[in-house]
Every structure is written in structure tokens, then in C-alpha cells.
């Protein structure tokens, strides 16, 4: 038999929007909706093996039945953009799964698909329709079932006769009677006031119709009651008419032109990634392609074993071979030079045992061509070779032409350049756990490739880099930086490791006790780590009501638990221990396993090329990422110590650099003046939205103004303002348009922004970083409003990083040049950190903040605060 399964597209997106929490991609682009539907789309097509599908989307705001009640709908909110942006998403996903969809103009999905559902019933195919919308109950017959969604998104009550009588008593043709007698405020029908839906049903039960409710109110008991039937007869009727299903749209189609299961998966697995849903891939059997291996021109190289002059002649491109991730503890498994004499593979110990070699490698006159200038010193420097004389950084070049790149791998950079003759790492020595370095004459080669790739590329990326006038971006701030951070990585920060276990072993105690609180209250033990266990314990033993679930069973992720806290004490307990057993895991056991046994030290891996905003990350450790909003987290910056005896630990942090850039950036005048008088900045904006004196902000006012300061930047609307405040979207939409009466040039900074934006296909900073955003001028809304978004907050963010780096060089100069010992450490968002000898440390308290605030000069000034301790978390 022919199966046709109709979704309505709408009520199912809006489903999994609000149940799940607000997800994005690496992109930054919203993708909860989607991954609900996605979700339910893959369980319908698993569980019901259509044969036939259709989704059906409303078209507008605008129907027939406007013209029988102009207020129909009136009451609905606007849709958040958070979720109109993933609607294209959603119809993406469609196409790729070959799934037909269908929208029509002054008809609704419900009407589309109780069109095409009667069409399939009359031809005795069976029909289901998915569903949030209790309407479509009224399609209910023999060959319909509808599956109504339930709490979450993939829990539904398929609803057939039987089902509906049981649950309401009454046949499929009389939900139309009970929406015209008790109405339904999400569609803003009317029906007679007072009465809901068990009167109404209890109506029906006795007289059939609406129709025959109202030709025998006086057969009806209570003086009011009939009263209100009485007043409101026309409005019973024609709630009853907008009730119901139109059920002859015009189709052109055929019903066989529906017919599903011929789809590119592919083309799926390709959207999913994307999407980076990763987790549902594993439902697809997809070949993930490797290129294969290409022929490639010869190239005349010579294998060194003893170093001359000639296979050092400057200019020179140098490869310093790692395979491993983490470069600290990296082998070198080969060196290659390239420059006018010719191209060279030198093995490792051969070049590390030149004298010749070692003296070029310091010599600052002679000039080198690099790729990742600071992988290459560090990696050099493990081995006590210093490396100066860096003119270029092919990798740091690529990024800063075009951040938004996937890839800035040599091969990556030379084959956008037309340069062919390289070859992928991967094809060379295999991934993963099949990675192997191959014989010497393949190595050789391989190597000398890349040095001449290298040597090649510089004189192009050089010319591209002027022409967008970043040359100075490049060589003033980058550069130096890079060297800079590779200096800070090979110093590494001292951890106390014995404070790291005792903090373990406080938190193991802390836990101990936690797990027999929420054993005692759920009066019996079970392993709160088991996500099946505990849901049993929420939703059976307890009874608190599941709010979605997984194939497994229940859900008990942190948004699922976050939401029922109010409703049992032991829920609040148990998401503090989740947060106490991810501290222990992953930052005091994950410390300790990176913590280096030869120094004391943990170093990190500063990513410099990574973020499209120009924003440093770090990696093995993540140190951006400690949870300091929790004071235990706060706690694991003890272990963060000086590396010297009667050292001390200083920390430098901007103060609200962001917002100071935003005043000078948008030149607005109350912002800047705020500024200027040195003034709370968050207690300023509540006195200008709320139009009160400073006496008068309240703690709430300035928590609003502080919500809104902070996120109107990344074009926060009324949804995620009010999601943030716990405020109605109404409250959220009124709170910023009152920021924007209040900074005006605020507005007109975002508006012009995008406009330039989509003029020149790119935002930059101050400095000339640059963000390419070529769906700003995209059809696709979801892509378009993300752009958007980006091009307010790119010129901010980016320039906020910026100054941050100059400041790290100007420490460094001012260090080099005052002839102090004291060492700067890490850079975390907008805070450095320095270990200082005692006697240094009058001097480098003043030292700090006078060079961060002289960083760049903006129309306001920049301020950072400073502090000292004999650890992290004292230096506060």
C-alpha cells in the first residue's frame, strides 16, 4: 500500500525551536530548528518508510480567513529571527532529501495538507500527518492518522479514531464544532467567552453541532451559559468557519509526483556537516573521499649532509618538518631550504649539528621564509637554536587575506595560487593512527616541495597583502607578535601540581557528599553519571514531567535539568555536581596530564591564525576556557604560580575595551562622554534607557543595561534579550528600541556598517583586519542575517584584539628596553599576565597599565586594571 506522510513544516520547525536550546554552528549560524526537525525527519523516515512525502509551509501572514476576521492570528508573536533565519535551512534540508515541500499564497500548511491528504484517502493510500496543531484532528478518519507532537519533539500520540474518542469523546467533524464554542487563543479565534474546552465538550456530547447547540439554548442549563451563547451566536459560528480545514487548495501536481526514497546522500551527508551534525551522520553509509595521489612535475632537489654557504644564501624559504599537533614535543623529522642556489632536504641532525647552520639561524640580517613563524621557533627553540631574521610567514599571510579560509596548509595557499607541484601531508604520510614518516628519499622530496612552494608564494602574497593595504598589519603587528608568542609558549607558566591534587581530592570529597544528598533525596542509590538511571529517577520514581526525549529514553541534559530545578530540590543538586565533575575531569586531571615533567610547566598553544576575528585561542591547555563564574573554577587559577622564588603573579585586564571601541567607532556622543568621565558604563545606560538619576538605578535596571551594553554589538534581538533576562520578548523589543533612541549613532553605526559591508563585500577593523562576507547580498535569509550580524560585530571585536596585541609588543619592547626580568606569560580575551620579581614590582605595576591604555589612541581613553598576587587567582 502507498504510504503519503505530510508534515506541517511550520508547527514542527517552532517544535524543536523552543525545545531545544539555542544552538549554532562554527559558523555562527543558528541551527536548533533545524536540528530538531532534521531529527524528527530521520525518525518519521526510519519508523513509517513513506512512500510518498510532502512538507507543507504557510506562505504569509496573510489568508481567506482574514477577510471573515481581520484579528485572525492577531495575538501571535513575531517569529524570533533566531528561527525565521533557519526556515531556508529547513527547505535546504528538504531539497537535499529530494522531499517534496509546498507553500500557497492566502492558504495556510494545514489547508495544503488536508487538500492533498484527502486526495491520497480517496485513493485508499494511507495517509499520516505530523503535526504540533490539534486542528488537523479533524482530518481524522479511517485512512488519516495524525501524530500530534508531544513534549520535545520526537514524542507524538498518533491520534486515530479510536484515540480521539477515547481521549475527547467526540468524532473527527465535531473539533471543528469545539474550536467554534470554546475558540483557540494561539490562532486568536474567538469562540464563545467562558467556555472551555470541557463545556464544550460537553455540549457536543449532548447536541452534536455548534449549529444545534444554538438552536437549543433553551434546553440548556445555567442562566449565564446561555446568556453568553446567546450574545455570541455569529461569533461561535464563525470561529467555527475559521476553524476549519480548506481542503480544495489548488495543486498542480500529481500525488505520484510525491513519491520519496531516490535522494543524493551525499548531498545529505554534505548539508549535515555543514551544519556540523555530526552526530547524525553515523545514520548515513557515506565514503569520505581521500584526493588520490597526483602525478607531479620532478623537481631537481639535493639531499645535504654537510652544510655550505651556498645552501644558505639569502633570501632562503625554510620547512622545519613536525607532524605531531602539539609542537612542544615534537620530533623533527626533516629540514628543507629553498632559495636562488637550488632546493635542499637536510636531514635533522645534519642541520641541528651545523655550527654553520645554527649561526645562520640566529643571524637577524639573513632572511628567512617561513611557514608558521612561530611553530618554527618554538619547535627550533626546544633544541636550543635560536631563530631571528623571519621576513615572511606564508600561513600568516593567507590568514589575514582571507580568515574565513578552511584551510592555510602550504598546499591549500599554493593551489589557490596555481601552484600544483606539493602535495597534501596526509597522502605523504597517512592520518591518524596509520600516520608513518616514510623513507628518506620520499621525505626529501616531499619537503623540498614545500620550501620551493614556499619560496614561490612569498613574492605573491607580499603583492596581495599591499594591494589591500594590510602590509602594515602584517609586519607591524603579526609578525612580531607571532615571535612573541612563541617566546611565551617555550617559557611556559609554573603549576603548582601538588595544590592541582589537593583541589582534586577537595573536589572528590565535595562530590562524595553531593552524591549522597541526591541519593537521599531520590531515597535510593543509582549512577547519577547514567543518563537512563537518572531519568527514571526525574521522571518515574519522582514524577517530575519529562521534557524531551532521546532514542535511549529520557533526556537529563543540562537545558532539560535547568528547566525543572524550580520543581524538585534534587535537580539543583545534581547540576552542581555535573559542574564539579567537569572541573575534575577536565581541568584539574586535564592539567595535570599536560602539565610537562622536565619544567613544572604547562605550555599552551597560542592559535594566532585561527579566529575570523583576529582573536588569539589556546590550545593543550584551553586556558580561555576556565569556568571562573564558579568559584571553584576561579579556585584552579591557584595552581597557576611564578616560576622564581619571591616572584609575584601580575594580572592586567581592559576594562570594557569592547563598548570603549564601539564609542569611538559609532562617534557617539553620550557613549563617549560616559567614557570620558570615567563613568559606569552599564549604570549610565540604565539612567539613559530608564530616565532616571543615578540614585535611582536599581541592581535589575543595571543587570538590563548591562545585558543589552554587551549584546547589542552582536545584533541581540528582542528574543535573545528577553531568553537572557528572563523578560517577555515584548519587554526585550521595548528595552532596545529605547537603547537605540538613547544612542542613536549606535543605530546608524550598525545600519551603515552592513551597508558598506555589502558594497565592498568585506568589514574591517581599524587596522585594516578583514572579514569577507559575501552573503551579506545572500537570498537566503538564515545566511544573510548571520552576515549581518557579523558585520556589526567584526569591526568591534576585531579591533578590541588588535589592540590587545599591540599592547603585548609594546610590553615586549618596554621589557627589552627597561632590562627587566619580568616575563609576560599568557594572554587570556583581555587580560595579560606577567610573573615579576619582587624588586621589579613597583616599577611593572605602573609599567603595565600605562602601555596597555597607550596602545591605540581612540576617542575615548582605554583603562586597564591591574593586580598582583603571589598566585592567578590572588592577582585579582
Known amino acids: 500500500m502507498k504510504k503519503l506522510i505530510l508534515i506541517d513544516g511550520n508547527s514542527i520547525a517552532y517544535r524543536a525551536f523552543f525545545a531545544l536550546p539555542l544552538l549554532n554552528n562554527d559558523k555562527g549560524v543558528y541551527t536548533n530548528a533545524v536540528y530538531g526537525f532534521t531529527t524528527m525527519l530521520l525518525k518519521i523516515i526510519e519508523e513509517e518508510k513513506p512512500t510518498h512525502m510532502l512538507v507543507a509551509f504557510d506562505a504569509g501572514k496573510t489568508t481567506f480567513r482574514h477577510q471573515t476576521y481581520s484579528e485572525y492570528k492577531g495575538g501571535r508573536q513575531k517569529t524570533p529571527p533566531e528561527l525565521s533565519e533557519q526556515f531556508p535551512l529547513v527547505r535546504e534540508l528538504l531539497d537535499a532529501f529530494n522531499i517534496a515541500r509546498y507553500e500557497a499564497d492566502n492558504y495556510e500548511a494545514d489547508d495544503i495538507i488536508g487538500t492533498l491528504a484527502k486526495q491520497a484517502a480517496g485513493k485508499d493510500w494511507e495517509v499520516k500527518i505530523f503535526s504540533g496543531d490539534k486542528d488537523l484532528l479533524q482530518l481524522v478518519s479511517e485512512r488519516i492518522t495524525v501524530a500530534l507532537t508531544k513534549k520535545g519533539i520526537t514524542q507524538v500520540d498518533y491520534y486515530d479514531q479510536a484515540l480521539l474518542d477515547e481521549k475527547y469523546g467526540i468524532t473527527a467533524e465535531q473539533i471543528i464544532d469545539m474550536k467554534g464554542l470554546m475558540g483557540d487563543s494561539s490562532d486568536n479565534i474567538p469562540g464563545v467567552p467562558g467556555i472551555g474546552e470541557k463545556t464544550a465538550l460537553k455540549l457536543l456530547k449532548e447536541f452534536g453541532t455548534v449549529e444545534k447547540v444554538l438552536s437549543s439554548i433553551d434546553q440548556i442549563s445555567g442562566k449565564k451559559m446561555k446568556e453568553r451563547l446567546e450574545e455570541h451566536k455569529e461569533q461561535a459560528l464563525m470561529s467555527k468557519e475559521l476553524a476549519t480545514i480548506y481542503t480544495e487548495v489548488p495543486y498542480e501536481k500529481e500525488l505520484e509526483e510525491l513519491r520519496f526514497g531516490d535522494y543524493d546522500s551525499k548531498q545529505v551527508v554534505a548539508l549535515l556537516k555543514e551544519l556540523d551534525f555530526s552526530s547524525l551522520l553515523a545514520k548515513f553509509d557515506y565514503d569520505d573521499p581521500q584526493e588520490e595521489e597526483k602525478e607531479l612535475a620532478a623537481l631537481d632537489y639535493e639531499t645535504v649532509s654537510q652544510i655550505e654557504e651556498r645552501h644558505l644564501t639569502s633570501p632562503a624559504a625554510l620547512i622545519v618538518e613536525v607532524l605531531q599537533e602539539n609542537y612542544h614535543q615534537a620530533e623533527i623529522e626533516g629540514i628543507a631550504i629553498s632559495n636562488k642556489e637550488g632546493h635542499f632536504f637536510v636531514p635533522t641532525e645534519a642541520a641541528l649539528q651545523s655550527e654553520l647552520f645554527r649561526k645562520w639561524a640566529k643571524d637577524a640580517t639573513a632572511k628567512k621564509w617561513v611557514f608558521d613563524a612561530k611553530r618554527t621557533v618554538v619547535v627550533l627553540g626546544w633544541r636550543d637554536l635560536l631563530l631571528e631574521g623571519i621576513d615572511f610567514d606564508v600561513q600568516m599571510a593567507s590568514y589575514l587575506l582571507d580568515p574565513s579560509l578552511s584551510s592555510h596548509e602550504i598546499t591549500d595557499v599554493a593551489r589557490r595560487k596555481g601552484i600544483e607541484d606539493v602535495q597534501e601531508d596526509e597522502l605523504v604520510y597517512g592520518k591518524g593512527a596509520k600516520l608513518k614518516v616514510p623513507e628518506q628519499d620520499k621525505l626529501g622530496l616531499h619537503l623540498a616541495r614545500k620550501a620551493h612552494a614556499l619560496y614561490q608564494l612569498k613574492p605573491l602574497l607580499e603583492e596581495e597583502l ?96 535547568e528547566k525543572l530545578a524550580p520543581q524538585h530540590e534534587i535537580v539543583e543538586h545534581i547540576l552542581h555536581y555535573r559542574q564539579l565533575g567537569k572541573l575534575s575531569s577536565t581541568y584539574i586531571e586535564g592539567l595535570l596530564k599536560v602539565t610537562r615533567k622536565e619544567t613544572g610547566k604547562v605550555h599552551t598553544r ?83 534607557v530608564f530616565h532616571v538619576e543615578k540614585e535611582e538605578v536599581t541592581a535589575n535596571m543595571r543587570r538590563s543595561a548591562k545585558a543589552v551594553n554587551f549584546g547589542i554589538v552582536y545584533g541581540i534581538s528582542d528574543y535573545g534579550l528577553s531568553q537572557s533576562l528572563g523578560i517577555t520578548r515584548k519587554e526585550a523589543a521595548s528595552f532596545i528600541e529605547r537603547y537605540f533612541a538613547s544612542y542613536p549613532k549606535v543605530k546608524e553605526y550598525m545600519d551603515t556598517i552592513i551597508e558598506e559591508g555589502r558594497e565592498k563585500g568585506y568589514v574591517s577593523t581599524l587596522l585594516q583586519r578583514r572579514r569577507y562576507l559575501p552573503d551579506l547580498t545572500s537570498r537566503n535569509f538564515n545566511k544573510r542575517s548571520f552576515a549581518e550580524r557579523t558585520a556589526m560585530n567584526t569591526p568591534i571585536q576585531g579591533t578590541a584584539a588588535d589592540i590587545i596585541k599591540k599592547a603585548m609588543i609594546d610590553m615586549a619592547a618596554a621589557l627589552d628596553d627597561k632590562k627587566l626580568k619580568t616575563r609576560m606569560l599568557l594572554q587570556v580575551h583581555d587580560e595579560l599576565i606577567f610573573e615579576v620579581p619582587e624588586a621589579e614590582l613597583d616599577e611593572v605595576m605602573k609599567l603595565v597599565p600605562d602601555v596597555m591604555e597607550q596602545a591605540m589612541e581612540l576617542a575615548v581613553p582605554l583603562k586597564a586594571d591591574v593586580s598582583f598576587g603571589d598566585t592567578w587567582y590572588d592577582a585579582k
Open 466 to 561: 599591499q594591494k589591500n593595504e594590510q602590509e602594515k598589519l602584517y609586519r607591524e603587528l603579526e609578525m612580531p607578535l607571532s615571535v612573541i608568542l612563541g617566546h611565551m609558549e617555550t617559557t611556559g607558566v609554573k603549576v603548582d601540581t601538588e595544590q592541582l591534587k589537593a583541589m582534586g581530592e577537595d573536589l572528590e570529597g565535595r562530590l562524595q557528599e553531593l552524591e549522597q544528598t541526591i541519593h537521599q533525596l531520590a531515597g535510593v542509590a543509582f549512577n547519577i553519571n547514567s543518563p537512563k538511571q537518572l531519568g527514571e529517577i526525574l521522571f518515574e520514581k519522582l514524577g517530575l514531567p519529562p521534557i524531551k526525549k532521546t532514542k535511549t529514553g529520557y533526556s537529563t541534559s543540562a537545558d532539560v535539568l
Open 606 to 688: 597560542f592559535n594566532q591564525a585561527l579566529t575570523q576575528t583576529g582573536r588569539l585561542s589556546s590550545t593543550d591547555p584551553n586556558l580561555q576556557n576556565i569556568p571562573i563564574r564558579l568559584e571553584e573554577g576561579r579556585k584552579i587559577r591557584k595552581a597557576f604560580v611564578p616560576s622564581e622564588q619571591g616572584w609575584k603573579i601580575v594580572a592586567a585586564d581592559y576594562s570594557q575595551i569592547e563598548l570603549r571601541v564601539l564609542a569611538h567607532i559609532s562617534k557617539d556622543d553620550r557613549l563617549i562622554e560616559a567614557f570620558r568621565k570615567d563613568m559606569d558604563i552599564h549604570t549610565k545606560t540604565a539612567m539613559d
